[in-house]
């Protein structure tokens, strides 16, 4: 998760830093592709990689005694590679969907960085379709991915119920650094993409705090 979490601000961060510290800030079609392509691929690859962390948590803390017997390591292989490769066909899809679109300039992204959003805004075509297709192949990833993890830590906590409170509370310690890190990224992504499309400023503040600040904490 670390090495992802590298890789996801290190698509961004680079440029964004050396586009603050030029006048003229250009980026080329196929760079702008290539960010795209990477921002999304170790994005979706992070949501899943924490999907499989929590329950991965879940059998540790609700089936202790069969931790070993479900959570086997050929189990544990094809779960990260499920989720590197979901990363890789949404990525994908993501690119297919930006190469056709026609472009008139002036190419002026209102962003710091290339995503599907602010290339809708200036291509030379209706893209309502498009802007569905990124709702459900993004936001509804986002959204689905939330609430299974929703939904596995109130498993947690009903099975602590009958725990002692030492018991729930190394429980929950060993969950809170989790916990935290899918609030800060998972509150702002679903904002950002499950939103209608508009030209509101916060919406780069929002975006800077899931691709910088979050995977800088």
Same mark, same amino acid.
């Given at each position: ?125 209706? /893209? ?45 310690? /060993? ?43």
């Amino acid at each position: 998760l670390s090495l992802v979490e590298i890789s996801y601000s290190s698509t961004i961060v680079p440029k964004f830093i050396t586009d603050l510290l030029t006048k003229i800030k250009t980026i080329s079609l196929e760079g702008c592709l290539a960010q795209i392509f990477f921002f999304h691929f170790f994005g979706v690859t992070e949501i899943l990689l924490l999907v499989v962390m929590a329950y991965d948590r879940s059998v540790a803390i609700c089936k202790p005694l069969h931790y070993i017997n479900i959570m086997n390591r050929q189990l544990c292989h094809v779960l990260v590679a499920g989720s590197w490769l979901g990363g890789f066909f949404h990525s994908i899809i993501q690119i297919l969907i930006t190469i056709q679109l026609p472009f008139c300039g002036p190419n002026v992204i209102d962003h710091y960085f290339c995503d599907l959003q602010p290339l809708f805004k200036i291509a030379c075509t209706d /893209t309502s379709v498009e802007g569905v297709i990124v709702l459900v192949n993004s936001g509804l990833i986002a959204l689905c991915s939330f609430l299974i993890l929703v939904t596995s830590y109130i498993v947690i906590l009903v099975n602590l119920r009958n725990r002692s409170a030492e018991g729930r509370r190394k429980a929950l310690s /060993t969950c809170a650094s989790h916990i935290t890190v899918v609030m800060l990224f998972f509150g702002p992504a679903i904002f950002f993409y499950m939103r209608p499309s508009s030209t509101f400023t916060e919406e780069k503040l929002v975006a800077l705090f899931y691709t910088v600040v979050t995977p800088m904490l």
